[in-house]
């Protein structure tokens, strides 16, 4: 990408949209966030219903881990930065949110996060009503959801970009410098609820199905 374009404030490019090959503007919007300076929003949709979003930090940034524990609901409010390449952990439930090809950047807070993990499971337990097991896993990850955002329960939130390009900000974040072997473990995927040994499995594309045994 051109310097030049880089320092305006806003501007568009054209591109072939990869699902119907028509013409499709993309749209550039310089920004600002504290913390990370200087970012470009990416944006661009098609009336064929294809749909890119990103944000771009405009320096360069090393691999990079954020661990932070959710204690109080006061935790709630920090702020977390999660670009297309950002994967998000929550150890203590089993859930792991890897980026994929039409995954979205976005700018929300702890609460937002657990808000999201919520919809998708969800989405999910409609697809396990007729399994026992699956669907009391469901409940008891939806049950410690609640008692997060209640303030009842803590949680571990992880946040590890190969690229640089996401965060959680808050004083009580742990930040440490991925090695090239742990930035290259981290790869595309899907959202994984584990269920003792059995999965679900939420594609980025909302297209939800569970794994068989």
Known sequence: MNQDFLKQERFETKICCPLCHTDLVMNWQRDNIPYFGEIMHISARCKCSFRFAD???????????????????EDLDARVIRSTSGTIRIPEMGVTIEPGSVSESYVTNIEGVLQRVRDVLLTASRWVQGDKEKSSRSEELLCMLEDVIEGKRKITVIVEDPLGNSAIISKKVKATRLSE??????????????????????DVSDNVQPLGD
């Not at 290259?184 to 584990?194: A, H, I, P, Q």
């Open 181 to 202: 072997e742990e930035a290259e473990k981290l790869n595309t995927g899907m959202v994984v609820f584990d269920v003792n040994k059995s999965e679900l499995v939420n």
């Open 55 to 73: 944000t771009m930090i405009l320096s360069i940034k090393e691999p990079m881990r954020y661990e932070m524990p959710v204690e109080t609901s």
